[in-house]
């Protein structure tokens, strides 16, 4: 794209409240141009937004987490006048540690074993990324990770 100039800010913030309820979110406001043409920036969303909360015992043995996030319209030609229309995507992940499942916990040989089942694009969006590919609708996966000694 060659040289570009970038003027924004970011906002982050998080609580914590007795280990049961956690909220962050995060805003950014970008004005990204090239510096030849001063057209917007291709690939860069002039503001994005996220939030994500997360709930389960102070353990973490099980942990349930939501997290929403909205973007901006997105240029994706060096002119700015092609661009993806804004768009909010929802995904979640119940979370489970086996290790602290007290009838399974001592037959796991790793650490640590999370078991995790994950939602992404739950509402089934349409979305490009910034090279204009389409990127994967509704999806379901299940992760499995651990760590050993």
């Not at 939602?119 to 090279?131: E, F, I, K, P």
């Amino acid at each position: 794209t060659g040289a570009a100039t970038a003027d924004g800010f970011e906002l982050t913030g998080s609580f914590d409240w007795l280990g049961w309820v956690g909220v962050s979110a995060n805003a950014t406001l970008l004005d990204a141009r090239l510096d030849a043409t001063g057209a917007p920036l291709p690939g860069r969303a002039s503001s994005e937004a996220t939030l994500r909360l997360e709930l389960g015992p102070p353990s973490r043995v099980v942990r349930l987490v939501g997290t929403a996030q909205r973007t901006g319209e997105l240029p994706v030609s060096d002119s700015g006048r092609t661009r993806l229309p804004a768009r909010t995507t929802f995904d979640a992940v119940l979370r489970l540690d086996a290790k602290q499942l007290p009838w399974l916990g001592r037959r796991v040989p790793a650490e640590r074993l999370l078991v995790s089942l994950i939602g992404r694009n739950l509402t089934d969006r349409s979305v490009r990324d910034a090279q204009f590919i389409p990127q994967p609708g509704r999806t379901f996966a299940v992760r499995l990770e651990g760590s050993f000694r």
